[in-house]
């Protein structure tokens, strides 16, 4: 009996030994199946530029370029102009606040006056020509037409340009323009009074450098400033300060002024309606003095 339940516990022990040496999974094996998935396109997404959700929509492989890819024009001014140094940077045509658009054709009439020597409500002085025209009051936008070269067709087919340098004040209606005897001579009759006519902005192709010009009584303490002879019509003007570039306010004759002195005898910026920008240096304080300059903007 004894024998017998030595021989029941031996193979007792030889059955728990087996199973204790039996293989079964290890740390090894379970770290390779938890860490198969990160390796795998749910970790890590495969981006597919034409196809698939998870493509960022800012990713692209073809840049857009920018909305100006030109280099800047280079500056017509000499490397030591007299009396001014000027440079251009030609700016992304914008939309301008003003009534008169660019490329944009108006209706009205025409009608005549005396011009005398050209010289009118934009105080540009006299004009080497007549061909000259006073805008109505309403268009004249409180002398943001002054200097504008304006294409006038008339109804018979005839056609003149003339340069804004004159206000027509009420009863002139939005759309008509006082031409000088001589210029309305060119379209018709000066006896048929009154002439139905279109009109559109010009930039003319042949023109020199324009000038600038302070105001009398101008001081390093008060001043105004003139744009003369621009080809394109001037959308604003500023000058440099020691807290940057100041825009100036702009009067019903034709000035920019700095009440306060700020950038008097400073560089000067002005812009055309077309956003290009010239910049200009070594204008000296002088008043009643149109100083050229080497600059000019381009035609349109």
Not at 109 to 132: E, I, Q, R, W
């Amino acid at each position: 009996m004894w024998s017998t339940m030595a021989m029941l516990t031996a193979a007792c022990a030889l059955t728990c030994l087996a199973v204790a040496l039996r293989p079964g999974p290890t740390a090894d094996a379970g770290a390779a199946t938890t860490v198969a998935p990160a390796a795998g396109t749910e970790a890590v997404p495969t981006i597919t530029p034409t196809t698939g959700s998870e493509t960022p929509t800012s990713v692209s492989h073809t840049p857009t370029p920018p909305a100006s890819v030109s280099a800047p024009t280079p500056t017509t001014a000499a490397a030591k102009p007299s009396p001014t140094v000027g440079s251009r940077t030609p700016g992304r045509a914008a939309p301008r606040t003003g009534r008169i658009q660019p490329h944009h054709t108006y209706q009205g009439v025409a009608t005549a006056y005396k011009a005398a020597d050209g010289n009118g409500a934009c105080l540009f002085g006299p004009s080497d020509d007549l061909m000259v025209a006073a805008m109505n009051t309403t268009d004249y936008e409180s002398s943001r037409a002054c200097g504008a070269y304006v294409l006038v067709r008339a109804s018979n087919g005839a056609s003149i340009t003339v340069r804004i340098t004159n206000e027509c004040p009420l009863p002139c209606a939005p759309g008509q323009l006082d031409l000088s005897e001589q210029a309305f001579a060119r379209l018709a009759d000066l006896k048929v009074g009154r002439l139905r006519i279109t009109w559109s902005l010009l930039s003319p192709g042949t023109l020199g450098p324009l000038s600038i010009r302070y105001k009398t009584g101008s001081t390093p303490y008060w001043c105004g400033i003139q744009v003369i002879d621009h080809r394109n019509p001037v959308e604003r003007l500023e000058v440099r300060t020691a807290q940057g570039w100041r825009q100036l306010p702009r009067t019903e004759y034709n000035y920019f002024l700095s009440a306060d002195g700020s950038g008097c005898g400073s560089s000067i910026r002005v812009t055309d309606i077309y956003g290009e920008r010239l910049t200009v240096d070594g204008i000296a304080l002088k008043p009643d003095v149109a100083q050229p300059t080497r600059v000019q903007f381009a035609p349109r």
